[in-house]
């Protein structure tokens, strides 16, 4: 495997590069080409993997072990007895030291680059098969925030890649006939954006499958209480087309996810903020201008990952830091039939 294809900057991958470093940071760096604002970084490719694998020996104790199911796990059982064995092969291997260079030389220039010793950086796995419009791996990965320094940095790149066998991740390759060992895995190195507000949006309603309009939705903090589901969120309605900010819905957010010295911890939201927006209306069309640049270029429905860092004044310190094109659209419904929807089952109770 050639070493200069070990690591790539994202400003330097696009959506032809998806083979070499997944979907994630296939996208990642087609929005920067697109003038979208992305928090700047690396990924770790597919090619440094499958050398990881090869030169620790890894691949061969894998195939070895899988020969105990030759006609793929079949039960929760023998799935978990999958996942931990395979998981603990790779855990158990070091990367080998002309890739640990390799990946600690980029990490320091991202280092150098910020002036920031120790950078804070978010680590995610990026599959081939993931963020794709065919597939649905995407969040059935492990991700890892608050990443620093060159150690932690290499610990987490493994773990990464062990996370590709998970149980859920082994059932979705054999229900989808890919195998257990399918696929390869990239890795996405990013700068941690200081998440003062953060969130998700939708170009498409999840549930009505109106297309006209951005749906966003964030709270304080790190956007793992959104994606998680532990707040109801703040609700920002944008007409797609004049980029005007039609509703809001700003609920009482109690908790959120915040940054610790390393990683990050759930806590109270402080009681003089729960009631208030999160983000400023000309930060919502902000995001949902960029949302509707990228979902413009793929032509495609999209769902993305937005944050606003609070040590940056407006427009700087408004990022994606993901997007995909959605895998399932409902069937765009009337007005009258959503009512139907709602009304008619208090009937049939």
């Not at 220039?109 to 995610?124: E, F, H, M, S």
């Not at 209306?281 to 609070?310: M, R």
Request: charged share 25%; aromatic share 8%.
């Amino acid at each position: 495997m050639a070493i200069e294809k070990w690591v790539l900057s994202l400003d330097d991958v696009g959506r032809e590069d998806t083979g070499l470093v997944g979907g994630k940071c296939a996208n990642l760096g087609e929005m920067m080409k697109l003038g979208v604002r992305v928090p700047t970084g690396f990924a770790v490719t597919t090619e440094a993997y499958e050398s990881f694998l090869k030169e620790t020996g890894a691949d061969k104790e894998m195939s070895r072990y899988l020969e105990k199911f030759p006609d793929m796990p079949q039960t929760l059982a023998e799935f978990q007895e999958v996942s931990k064995a395979i998981q603990d092969i790779i855990v158990s291997k070091e990367i080998p030291k002309v890739l640990q260079k390799a990946i600690s030389r980029e990490y320091n220039g991202l280092c150098q680059k910020t002036g920031v010793p120790d950078l804070p950086v978010a680590i995610r796995s990026s599959g081939v098969a993931e963020d794709m419009p065919t597939a649905s791996f995407a969040g059935q990965y492990d991700s890892y925030l608050n990443v620093k320094g060159e150690e932690d940095v290499l610990q987490k790149v493994r773990l990464c890649w062990a996370s590709g066998f998970t149980t859920r991740c082994i059932n979705y390759r054999v229900q989808n006939k890919l195998g257990v060992l399918g696929g390869s895995i990239s890795i996405a190195v990013q700068k941690m954006v200081n998440s003062r507000a953060a969130g998700v949006g939708f170009t498409v309603h999840p549930l009505s499958g109106d297309d006209t309009r951005i749906i966003l939705e964030g709270n304080w903090g790190l956007g793992e209480s959104v994606v998680q589901g532990v707040v109801d969120p703040d609700i920002f309605v944008i007409d797609k087309e004049s980029l005007a900010l039609e509703e809001k819905e700003i609920s009482t957010k109690r908790r959120q996810y915040s940054f610790r010295d390393r990683g990050t911890a759930e806590e109270d939201v402080p009681f003089e903020k729960q009631c208030l927006a999160c983000i400023s209306d000309e930060e919502a069309v902000l995001v949902a201008q960029f949302t509707k640049l990228v979902e413009s270029h793929y032509g495609l429905p999209i769902d993305i990952e937005w944050a606003v860092d609070g040590d940056l004044r407006f427009p700087e310190g408004v990022f994606l830091v993901q997007a995909r094109p959605v895998t399932v659209v409902v069937e765009k419904r009337s007005t009258t039939d959503q009512i139907l929807d709602n009304i008619m089952p208090r009937f049939y109770r």
